[in-house]
């Protein structure tokens, strides 16, 4: 696996991601509190979640690995007050997100780093908390990217992961290698592996991490991808013109991620705390 391996999809031209995604190009499921709430209403609701999930405040230091485009940076900066640095191995995303820091004012709450997370070099105990959300399924080792994050927290920080994976592992062997598990793995990201919940569980107990909650995001995540297929039809003309047959291709990734919610596939957040 080479470092190109799993950012192919996020380099993309940056508008794509704007003619399908929230305006905050928040790339995770949402949280819908309630039947008329919109996908930008849902995006901020989850990051409100996951800052309760975390105890977030102000003045803490939060590391975002595969920070994306920078939506939960910006927000845990903007409306906790939070010191975050964001890792994506993508290099189109961390000049977008130096930008709206500089404009936004957040130009001393904000830093990136352009590599994985994997071969960073993170201060031991630098950290109170740390946030994944869908970048775990991009690391080959889950042991290893556990233990990096027990070593960076301070004692009593917090880990949230939220991640989709296979039911159980019998429906892991029974259709990861099906031709559209394929397609998504290595047509669209270029390198993913989802795994069963008990996998992430044994590896943050593993590594020394106490469980504190597991939340069945499921539901919430194929409303999500309803609306991102929305954009994707709304937006298809432009998306065409930027790269033909590319509104066919998202339109089949996201189809097929839908296909399987709550019978091959689920999506749960796992917070974690290190105890000592």
Known sequence: MTVADTNQHYDLDPEVFSLYLDPMRKYSSGLYRGPDDTLAEAQRAKLHFVADRLGLRRGQRLLDVGCGWGALVLFMAEHYGARVTGISPAPQQHEYIRR??????????????????????????????????????????????????????????????????????????????????????????????????SDLVRGAEDAGF????????????????????????????????????LAGELTRYLRTANAGWGFTTKHYALTCTKRR
């Open 210 to 245: 106490s469980v504190v909650a597991v939340d069945d995001l499921t539901e919430h995540y194929h409303r999500t991808i309803e609306d991102w297929l929305g954009g994707v039809a709304r937006n298809a003309a432009r998306l065409e013109e930027i790269r033909p047959g």
């Open 100 to 197: 709206l820091a500089r404009e936004r004012g957040l130009d001393d709450l904000v830093s990136t780093e352009v590599g994985h997370f994997e071969n960073s070099e993170q201060a031991p105990r630098t950290f109170d908390a740390i946030t994944m959300l869908g970048s775990i399924v991009h690391m080959p080792d889950l042991g290893a990217v556990f233990a990096r994050c027990h070593r960076a927290l301070r004692t009593g920080g917090m880990l949230y992961v939220s991640e989709s994976c296979y039911r159980n592992a019998g429906k892991r062997a029974a259709f990861s290698e099906r031709e559209s598990a394929a397609f998504v793995r290595d047509d669209i990201f270029g390198w993913g592996d989802m795994r069963p919940l």
